[in-house]
C-alpha cells in the first residue's frame, strides 16, 4: 500500500482485512481527518477524509476503530455507513451536483405517498390519515402541491411543484443533498426524505409512513422476514442518516 491508508475499498467476498492498529483525528486545515496508523483515510477518488465537524470526525474515527474487530479480522464498507455519507458528500456531489440533484427530483413522479390504494378499502384509509398530513407540511414548508392518484397509474407532478423542489434543492449543502441521497431512495419518498432532513420526523414514525402497506398484509398473513429484514435495513439507513445530520451540525 502507498502512503495513504485506502478508505472505501472495493467489495470481495470477504471483505478487506483489517491493517491498522491505530485510529486518530488530526485537525488540518481543512478541518478534522481521519488517519490509521498515521496515514489519512483516502476516499476511492483519493480525497482525505477530512470533515469540518469534529463531531462527525469522532464518529467516522469510531467506526474506522470499530471496523474488522472481529474474529476474522475483515471489514466491508456496510461497517462504515457514515464513511459512505462522507464520501458522498466530498467527493460525488461536488463532481456531480446536478446529476444527484435531477435523480433525486425524479422522486417527485413516483413519491410514494403520492400512489394510494385503488379501492374503498382500510388500507386506502390508513394511507390518507398517514400520509395526507406531509402533503400538507410540504405545501407549508416549501409552497407546494403534490397531486395523488389511486393505483399504480403514473402521474407528473406539476411543472411549478417540480420547479420549486429544484430551487430548494439547490440550496442545499453538499452534506444535506449526501443525506437525501439515503433517505429519498430508502423510503421511496421525496417529500419523506424532505421530513427527516428538516427534523420534522423521527426515524420511527418515517418508517411506519413508508410500509404501511407492508405492514397491513403481514397483520393478515403473518411475519415474513423477507420483508421484515427489509424494513430494518431501512430503518438502519434512515438511522445512519440522521445521525450524518445531526454530526454536520456540531462544531
Known amino acids: 500500500m502507498s502512503g495513504s491508508a485506502t478508505g472505501l475499498p472495493g467489495r470481495a467476498p470477504a471483505g478487506r482485512k483489517r ?29 482525505a477524509l477530512c470533515v469540518s465537524s469534529r463531531a462527525l470526525a469522532e464518529a467516522l474515527a469510531a467506526e474506522w476503530d470499530a471496523a474488522g474487530q472481529n474474529a476474522d479480522g475483515y471489514f466491508t464498507p456496510d461497517d462504515l455507513p457514515l464513511t459512505g455519507i462522507a464520501g458522498s458528500m466530498l467527493e460525488r456531489i461536488p463532481q ?15 413519491d410514494l405517498i403520492c400512489y394510494r390504494d385503488g379501492a374503498s378499502s382500510k388500507l386506502a384509509a390508513e394511507q390518507a390519515a398517514l400520509w395526507d398530513p406531509w402533503l400538507a407540511w410540504l405545501g407549508k414548508t416549501y409552497g407546494v402541491t403534490f397531486q395523488t392518484t389511486r393505483g399504480v397509474m403514473p402521474i ?6 417540480l420547479q420549486a423542489l429544484r430551487v430548494v434543492m439547490q440550496g442545499l449543502t453538499d452534506a444535506q443533498m449526501a443525506v437525501l441521497g439515503v433517505a429519498v431512495p430508502a423510503l421511496g419518498s421525496l417529500v ?41 435495513r431501512m430503518q438502519q439507513e434512515l438511522e445512519t442518516a440522521a445521525r450524518f445530520e445531526a454530526f454536520i451540525k456540531r462544531p
Not at 96 to 110: F, H, I, M, W
Not at 156 to 161: I, L
Request: hydrophobic share 45%; proline share 1%.
Open 156 to 161: 407528473c407532478q406539476s411543472a411549478q411543484a
Open 96 to 110: 456531480a451536483r446536478a446529476g444527484v440533484l435531477e435523480s433525486l427530483l425524479a422522486y417527485a413522479n413516483s
Open 192 to 232: 419523506l426524505g424532505l421530513a427527516l432532513l428538516e427534523g420534522d420526523a423521527t426515524v420511527e414514525e418515517l418508517v411506519a409512513c413508508a410500509t404501511i402497506d407492508e405492514r397491513q398484509q403481514m397483520a393478515v398473513w403473518g411475519q415474513d422476514t423477507e420483508v421484515t429484514d427489509r424494513i430494518a
Open 19 to 47: 491493517f491498522w492498529k491505530q485510529v486518530e483525528i488530526v485537525q488540518q486545515e481543512g478541518g478534522f481527518a481521519v488517519q490509521l496508523d498515521g496515514r489519512s483515510v483516502r476516499l476511492p477518488g483519493k480525497t
